[in-house]
């Protein structure tokens, strides 16, 4: 049985850090894409950042514009997880945060319709 368990999230002030976690069992992800996407109350499900195996030896890395140069994704095959680090933290960025595992390639990795798997989420709240 697949699991995504997301954890690190919290309340922080504007301007502050988190790092979200994913830990990932019951198969690896190691080729295929992982991503971050969050929901406010109120609001749809967004994408927030992704991570996929590029073919040249390296993942490649896409984020929405909202966290560009704020967030930055990375993944560790060993631990079979992928993480989340939040700077420069705005009360915008307060949402329920979702791991998400992708069993294939996929093309639009924003999409959450290339996900298979999904963690339960994890809340975060930025103070202002």
């Known amino acids: 049985q697949v699991q995504l368990v997301e954890s690190g999230g919290g309340l922080v002030q504007t301007g502050g850090s988190l790092t979200l976690s994913c830990a990932a069992s019951?198969?690896?992800?190691?080729?295929?894409?992982m991503g971050w996407f969050r929901q406010a109350p109120g609001k749809e499900r967004e994408f927030v950042a992704a991570t996929r195996w590029s073919g040249d030896s390296r993942y490649s890395a896409e984020s929405a514009d909202s966290v560009k140069g704020r967030f930055t994704i990375y993944r560790d095959n060993a631990k079979n997880a992928v993480y989340l680090r939040m700077n420069s933290l705005k009360p915008e960025d307060t949402a329920v945060y979702y791991c998400?595992?992708?069993?294939?390639?996929?093309?639009?990795?924003?999409?959450?319709?290339?996900?298979?798997?999904w963690g339960q989420g994890t809340q975060v709240t930025v103070s202002s």
């Open positions: 998400a595992a992708a069993s294939r390639g996929a093309t639009n990795v924003a999409s959450g319709r290339a996900y298979d798997y």
């Open positions: 019951g198969r690896t992800f190691n080729n295929y894409p």
